[in-house]
């Protein structure tokens, strides 16, 4: 059985370029659909301290990059939405980057550099490679999207991986506070044991369609013995896609237990 903390064997090598292949895939994927990465960039100094712990057989180094590598491909923030000026910004600065630090590999073969060094290259090349994937394609600004109605409820609907919204309760009130990575177009919402159908209010009480990324939004009127709330909502970025936010818990003075 290979060592890989005291032997850098081509199995391992092999193993670290599938993974850096299948992080730079997803680069691009998500940038397609307009998101940049933000903790996903930790995957490149991830497999930076894999390929140098052999090297330096260090076992911390290992257990850095694994989970440096967890947080970028896992991390609830690992994607967000990208500016309209980040493809732009991304391809100015990403290709001279790439192609100086790819230079600069091959100008110290020469020079009989350290193993250790040669991990720390490999990382920059990585990042800069998902920099410039990232750019994905121009921007367009779209069209006003037109707020998700009733069919909404109706159709096919997923739970995010992530949650978008958190639900605040405080003194007979509940509130949505918007904690993803872009605004979301709210159709609307429903107590958990009732087939009701309410539209988000903002703070002056008027119904409420976009909510900003970190905005909050009020669910009124709220009953008191409530136990949970349903919410349909598409996300701004992604209009095309109807999701649903599911929050159930165990009322006050309740003789049963609910799971949620």
């Known amino acids: 059985m290979l060592d890989t903390l005291t032997t850098l064997s081509w199995p391992y090598v092999l193993a670290l370029f599938a993974l850096s292949v299948q992080w730079l895939l997803a680069v691009w994927q998500q940038a397609r659909v307009g998101r940049r990465p933000a903790l996903a960039y930790l995957a490149a100094p991830g497999l ?26 896992h991390a609830g923030g690992a994607y967000r939405a990208a500016p309209d000026e980040h493809h732009g910004r991304a391809l100015r600065w990403g290709r001279p980057v790439f192609l100086l630090i790819a230079f600069l590999g091959g100008a110290a073969q020469a020079l009989r550099l350290p193993p250790l060094v040669w991990s720390l290259w490999a990382g920059l090349l990585l990042l800069s490679l998902g920099y410039l994937l990232s750019s994905g394609r121009q921007s367009r600004r779209r069209g006003r999207v037109t707020a998700p109605g009733l069919t ?57 369609a976009l909510l900003p990324k970190g905005a909050t939004a009020l669910l ?41």
């Open 48 to 73: 930076a301290a894999l390929l140098a712990a052999p090297l330096a057989q260090a076992d911390p180094l290992f257990g850095l990059g694994a989970a440096l590598l967890l947080i970028a491909a």
């Open 152 to 208: 909404l409820r109706f159709g096919p609907l997923s739970a995010p991986a992530w949650p978008d919204l958190e639900l605040r309760l405080d003194q007979g009130q509940a509130r949505l506070h918007n904690i993803g990575a872009a605004g979301l177009y709210l159709a609307g919402w429903s107590p958990s044991g009732e087939n009701g159908w309410l539209r988000p209010q903002d703070a002056k009480g008027q119904p409420l």
């Open 220 to 260: 009124s009127p709220w009953p008191s013995d409530q136990s949970g709330v349903r919410v349909w909502y598409v996300r701004e970025n992604e209009p095309e896609v109807a999701l649903v936010f599911r929050a159930d818990w165990t009322p006050l003075n309740s003789p049963q237990r609910v799971l949620n």
